[in-house]
């Protein structure tokens, strides 16, 4: 297939991607956790996320409330949703029953899935190396005749045991940089420069655009290369294909054989930092 590169096995020996059928495959399993990690932050007139997931879900599927798992404004953030401390995410992870035997499933009801991806993101951060995303999100899943619970979350966590330890978030330092590193990589010689990578729109990249977010300056860090989101996406949602995604790189001038910073929409960066990990 076209995009067989694209949707091949990450470095964690499961899917990047899954479709319905794959999910359908282990729904049922202890060992499959499902998350709806739908979120709105992208425009002042947010979506009842809430309310959405208790009218429609994927059987099963476990609500990741952002503002809820994420730091706050004044209690450990500068800026509203920075990703949780390690002992907090172990906190509320053992809440729901993970384990690091898990293979957990992210979806979402934006066709980019944003916050699918976010999730994803906050979970290889953290270490959990069984991580997935749904492609194409919820309306995808409906389409393909995927069955639908609505009502009220009653889950339970599934016990743990032996097989099924609790999952210890352990910080991958190696996944994040500093301020600092950025200021520093400014200052190198545009041939030992880092490319860093800013997924937003064109015209937020570009600062023309008003954002509603009152902490959110306008413009983007000095030399770096714009990939909007869309640009990585087919019509459906799902991811283009190898081919595709080598032209959309060359044409923004990223060089894919230098270490590349993903920026932009917090973490919602898996339609950059695999794609490249991956055509690198």
Not at 118 to 139: C, Q
Request: charged share 25%; glycine share 8%; hydrophobic share 35%.
């Amino acid at each position: 297939q076209s995009t067989q590169q694209t949707k091949s096995e990450s470095s964690s020996s499961v899917p990047l991607f899954v479709d319905t059928q794959f999910l359908q495959s282990i729904q049922t399993k202890n060992t499959t956790k499902i998350f709806d990690a739908s979120w709105d932050f992208t425009s002042p007139f947010q979506k009842d996320v809430k309310k959405d997931f208790k009218e429609g879900r994927i059987p099963g599927a476990i609500p990741f409330d952002h503002d809820t798992v994420c730091l706050k404004v004044g209690l450990g953030a500068s800026i509203p949703n920075l990703i949780p401390m390690s002992p907090e995410f172990g906190i509320q992870n053992r809440k729901w029953g993970i384990s690091s035997s898990d293979h957990i499933i992210v979806y979402d009801t934006s066709k980019g899935y944003i916050g699918a991806a976010r999730v994803w993101m906050m979970y290889k951060i953290f270490g959990h190396e069984k991580v997935s995303v749904f492609e194409s999100g919820f309306s995808k899943w409906v389409e393909s005749g995927g069955q639908v619970e609505s009502g009220d979350y009653k889950g339970k966590p599934v016990p743990y045991d032996v097989l099924r330890p609790p999952f210890e978030p352990k910080l991958q330092e190696n996944l994040l940089i500093s301020k600092g590193y950025l200021i520093q990589n400014l200052k190198r010689k545009p041939t030992d420069r880092d490319v860093v990578i800013d997924g937003r729109p064109r015209s937020k990249f570009l600062g023309v655009a008003w954002d509603h977010r009152p902490y959110h300056r306008i413009g983007h860090i000095p030399f770096s290369k714009n990939v909007p989101l869309d640009l990585l996406l087919n019509s459906d949602g799902s991811m283009k294909s190898s081919e595709e995604l080598e032209t959309v790189f060359s044409q923004a001038g990223v060089d894919l054989e230098k270490k590349l910073i993903t920026t932009g929409y917090n973490l919602s960066l898996i339609h950059i930092s695999e794609p490249t990990r991956l055509l690198s």
